[in-house]
């Protein structure tokens, strides 16, 4: 059982939770992921690291409700417990002194690539951040992202805030300035990424991406999460979740996650009218 110690709700439907979980902080590093399971019955939900505090004991995450377990994971409170909780799990983030590095990050993917950023940052590479969302509603821990970024770029789908367009649009920018960029790292939804890797592929930048595939142990005993990359087959769980995003099978990766679709979404409007609302609302992973 882990108590939740602090909860924030960052943007709508993405909540922060501050967990007491001391072993976990202490042993953490960038790019590793958590797997919390809310009740005896619940699904196990993997999420990566947001951030830890190891002096106070506190692991940070942060999670978008879009589907059954994340919802009602977004119901507890502050005070309550979280029934099961293992990790770190996960292969941590290469972090080297590479030169100049772009970090990406799409929506939710903003919280786990801020772990991956400061921990370059302290490398001594240059940091340039381009962080991306569907409008400024959506904005969230830019602070953060500035705080451990040489230049941050904060980009919306629609314009209300920042730069109008698509990180992808802002990181052509960044490529054409004629800086040399040695590195790029995105997190994100993973046509993002996938758009991203196709992009940086051009300009011949290393290009590491974090994938989110279905998981089920966590282990690498399931199979559940396996991933083309260069034409094997890899465990996300085991051998990633960051992989060479130039030899990654996106198109392969984001049919698996549409396999479950139908189900989820009625798992979703189970939940919902269990909790007394008769609205309907598509579901996704988590």
Same mark, same amino acid.
């Given at each position: 059982?882990?108590?939740? /110690?602090?909860?924030?709700?960052?943007? &709508?439907?993405?909540?922060?939770?501050?967990?007491?979980? $001391?072993?976990?902080?202490?042993?953490?590093?960038?790019?590793?992921?958590?797997?919390?399971?809310?009740?005896?019955?619940?699904?196990?939900? &993997?999420?990566?690291?947001?951030?830890?505090?190891?002096?106070?004991?506190? @692991?940070?995450?942060?999670?978008?409700?879009?589907?059954?377990?994340?919802?009602?994971?977004?119901?507890?409170?502050?005070?309550?417990?979280?029934?099961?909780?293992?990790?770190?799990?996960?292969? $941590?983030?290469?972090?080297?002194?590479?030169?100049? =590095?772009?970090?990406?990050?799409?929506? =939710?993917?903003?919280?786990?690539?801020? $772990?991956?950023?400061?921990? /370059?940052?302290?490398?001594?590479?240059?940091?340039?951040?381009?962080?991306?969302?569907?409008?400024?509603? /959506?904005?969230?821990?830019?602070?953060?992202?500035?705080?451990?970024?040489?230049?941050?770029?904060?980009? !919306?789908?629609?314009?209300?805030?920042?730069?109008?367009?698509?990180? !992808?649009?802002?990181?052509?920018?960044?490529?054409?300035?004629?800086?040399?960029?040695?590195?790029?790292?995105?997190?994100?939804?993973?046509?993002?990424?996938?758009?991203?890797?196709?992009? !940086?592929?051009?300009?011949?930048?290393?290009?590491? =991406?974090?994938?989110? $595939?279905?998981?089920?142990?966590? !282990?690498?005993?399931?199979?559940?999460?396996?991933?083309?990359?260069?034409?094997?087959?890899?465990?996300?769980?085991?051998?990633?979740?960051?992989?060479?995003?130039?030899?990654?099978?996106?198109?392969?990766?984001?049919?698996? @996650?549409?396999?479950? =679709?139908?189900?989820?979404?009625?798992?979703?409007?189970?939940?919902?009218?269990?909790?007394?609302?008769?609205?309907?609302?598509?579901?996704?992973?988590?």
């Amino acid at each position: 059982m882990v108590k939740i /110690l602090k909860k924030q709700v960052l943007a &709508p439907q993405i909540k922060m939770f501050e967990l007491d979980a $001391p072993e976990i902080a202490q042993k953490a590093q960038p790019g590793q992921f958590v797997v919390v399971r809310v009740n005896e019955e619940g699904e196990r939900i &993997p999420l990566t690291v947001a951030d830890t505090r190891p002096e106070e004991g506190v @692991l940070v995450i942060v999670f978008q409700e879009v589907g059954k377990s994340t919802m009602l994971l977004g119901t507890l409170e502050e005070g309550e417990m979280i029934m099961d909780l293992i990790g770190p799990l996960g292969k $941590p983030s290469e972090i080297e002194r590479f030169g100049t =590095v772009v970090c990406v990050a799409g929506g =939710v993917g903003t919280p786990e690539i801020f $772990p991956v950023a400061r921990a /370059l940052k302290q490398a001594g590479n240059k940091v340039i951040s381009i962080i991306g969302f569907r409008n400024r509603e /959506l904005v969230l821990m830019e602070e953060k992202m500035r705080a451990v970024s040489d230049e941050l770029i904060v980009a !919306t789908d629609d314009g209300s805030y920042g730069v109008k367009g698509f990180v !992808t649009d802002v990181l052509r920018q960044v490529l054409n300035r004629g800086e040399k960029v040695d590195r790029c790292f995105a997190v994100g939804p993973v046509i993002m990424m996938k758009m991203v890797s196709l992009l !940086t592929k051009e300009y011949g930048v290393p290009t590491v =991406v974090s994938l989110n $595939p279905i998981m089920l142990d966590a !282990t690498g005993m399931c199979g559940v999460c396996r991933v083309e990359v260069d034409g094997e087959t890899k465990f996300a769980c085991v051998d990633g979740p960051e992989f060479d995003g130039h030899k990654v099978n996106f198109d392969q990766l984001m049919a698996r @996650l549409r396999t479950y =679709v139908n189900e989820e979404k009625q798992a979703v409007e189970l939940f919902l009218k269990s909790r007394g609302c008769g609205c309907e609302k598509g579901g996704a992973r988590g």
